[in-house]
């Protein structure tokens, strides 16, 4: 059985660039990822008989090896799953709040927040949530044992990999930080400049993987490991305690469900409000006819754009940690809902997003993450989220256990009305409180057609996540792209506040541009939203691959 290898940009690894336009197609099993080793791992678990969990397990490992821009042990994460049956599971393996913390700990006296506090220090980092989850998720589907499928990260944190030429730049542009937030020099630190091709070995990290293999939980959340992250807190003045460790459990949830056009949508539920912001769009455009529109007219762009003002509007009123609060969700995603928040749309005008502001669903009454898609020769699909939050997240090392921790509690509203990192907003549905998650909008999604799996898909990208999402899937639903197309189309993002549209340079079409500014919305270039990971079932039943061209993302099938 041959390997099929396709990495969207040059520097991913010798020899297997692929052209941007080319499908990468397999007929018996694909992992698309953001790093070749991890999908190389990937695939390599699911030829030697392992299932989709197990290939997920063990890239998901790599990915903390291979790429810890945002693949970890220090983070967490959301992994939506299909059984070949049909059977589907959530689990949200998603930092949580050390119990020490208090909905003030970012302020000063006076209530200004202090910069850099949740985001660059010991305190920005929630209990980490990713071994956890994935021993949980490995121990509940895996076929092959826990050790064959973490030994391959182990590996390859021992001997090494070359950092890819995107990788060498963001290692060089982070260097600032690991020298400042660290006591000792961590191995992400060269004296001279990464380039394509060095070789980064990290053996603390090897150690500690080598503690979760042989003791699977308890080798993260108790013992040395535990030991070397409570002395980085001390170092740093963290209040993440042996307690906060030894407590904290990920969650095996139902993921949200919702139809799209006659294809049934299932993403992530709450403690993430990716999957509600997905589906509150979807339900928002589908009664129009975005095909007859066309593909980025400004007709199209304008009628997705009020659907992601009005859905984010509603994020930053009712979504949280659903442990904490009562999140009405039926309501959120009710049709009824959906059309009335549409009331207000004007084909021809931007609204405006002081005047629309989240709904009454009840009667009176960044820029880091990284996505993964597995699809074994069965038919059983994974799609999983995961993150530190901001590149490198806190960029600090636990000293000895040479992994990097999340800088995730900046996912909380930090203090009501002031934007995040990423610009949202929130109230006190996700205000800071003991032990609780802070609200995600990572968005695995897992598509079906017909009742059979159609598509996998996520992002990294924090608030445009979602909207990264959404765009593929009616890349593909509505104007009628395969999945290279779908993946490869330029993007654009509202989020309700800024009130603005963002998109990517040489996106969107000179024309629709100008008539958006007519129709009265600030626009807003960037050079990059989401870089989607997907793989889509085509009607011969191959697997075709979807790396995004944004990054060195590669798909690996057999
Ligand atoms: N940290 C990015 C997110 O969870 O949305």
Redesign the pocket.
């Known amino acids: 059985m041959s390997l099929i290898a396709g990495c969207r940009s040059a520097g991913s690894r010798p020899g297997i660039e692929s052209d941007s336009d080319v499908q990468i197609t397999s007929d018996s099993g694909m992992v698309v990822s953001a790093h070749p080793e991890s999908s190389l791992i990937g695939v390599e678990i699911l030829k030697s008989g392992g299932n989709a969990i197990d290939a997920a397990v063990a890239a998901e490992f790599a990915l903390a090896v291979c790429y810890p821009e945002a693949g970890n042990i220090g983070g967490g994460g959301f992994m939506i799953i299909r059984e070949a049956d049909g059977r589907t599971d959530m689990i949200d393996y998603r930092e949580k709040a050390p119990l020490g913390a208090t909905p003030e700990m970012y302020l000063d006296e006076s209530g200004s927040v202090v910069e850099g506090l949740s985001t660059g220090t010991c305190l920005a980092s929630g209990v980490p949530g990713t071994v956890d989850g994935m021993v949980s998720i490995h121990s509940k589907y895996g076929i092959l044992s826990f050790r064959d499928v973490i030994q391959p990260a182990i590996d390859l944190a021992r001997n090494g990999f070359p950092v890819t030429e995107g990788q060498a730049q963001d290692l060089n542009l982070n260097r600032g930080n690991f020298i400042k937030r660290n006591r000792k020099v961590p191995v992400f630190v060269k004296n001279i400049p990464w380039i394509k091709g060095d070789t980064l070995r990290q053996p603390d990290l090897a150690l500690t993987l080598e503690r979760i293999r042989d003791l699977g939980r308890d080798g993260f959340y108790s013992g040395v490991t535990a030991r070397l992250i409570t002395g980085e807190m001390k170092r740093g003045n963290g209040i993440i305690t042996p307690e906060d460790l030894e407590n904290y459990t990920s969650e095996f949830r139902d993921p949200l469900t919702g139809e799209y056009r006659g294809y049934k949508i299932i993403t992530a539920s709450p403690s993430?409000g990716g999957g509600m912001i997905l589906l509150q769009v979807l339900g928002m455009i589908e009664p129009f006819d975005l095909k007859a529109m066309g593909f980025h007219s400004w007709q199209s762009v304008h009628l997705v754009a009020e659907a992601e003002r009005r859905a984010f509007a509603d994020r930053s009123k009712y979504l949280g940690d659903p442990g904490f609060s009562n999140i009405p969700l039926a309501e959120l995603l009710s049709n009824e809902y959906l059309a009335g928040r549409m009331d207000s749309f004007r084909p021809d005008s931007a609204s405006s997003s002081a005047v629309t502001g989240p709904g009454s669903p009840i009667p009176d009454g960044?820029v880091q993450?990284t996505h993964y898609s597995v699809v074994d020769r069965k038919g059983n699909a994974v799609s999983a989220t995961t993150?530190l939050?901001e590149t490198f997240g806190s960029s600090i090392v636990v000293d000895s256990a040479g992994f990097l921790l999340n800088n995730?509690m900046d996912?909380f509203s930090v203090k009501p009305g002031v934007p995040n990192m990423f610009g949202l907003t929130g109230g006190s549905a996700n205000s800071v409180q003991p032990g609780k998650r802070m609200l995600?909008?990572?968005t695995p999604v897992i598509v079906e057609k017909g009742g059979k799996l159609f598509l996998t898909a996520g992002s990294p990208g924090?608030a445009t996540?979602p909207t990264s999402v959404l765009q593929v899937l009616v890349n593909v639903i509505d104007h009628g792209m395969n999945i290279t197309q779908a993946v490869g189309s330029g993007r654009f993002h509202h989020q309700w506040m800024p009130d603005q549209i963002s998109y990517e340079s040489n996106s969107l079409p000179p024309a629709t541009l100008e008539r958006l500014g007519l129709a009265g919305h600030k626009l807003s270039e960037r050079k990059s939203i989401g870089r989607v990971n997907a793989i889509m079932i085509m009607p011969d039943g191959k697997m075709a691959g979807g790396p995004d061209r944004r990054g060195n993302n590669c798909a690996f099938g057999y």
């Open positions: 993430s960044g993450t993150t939050n995730e996912d995600s909008s990572m924090g996540i």
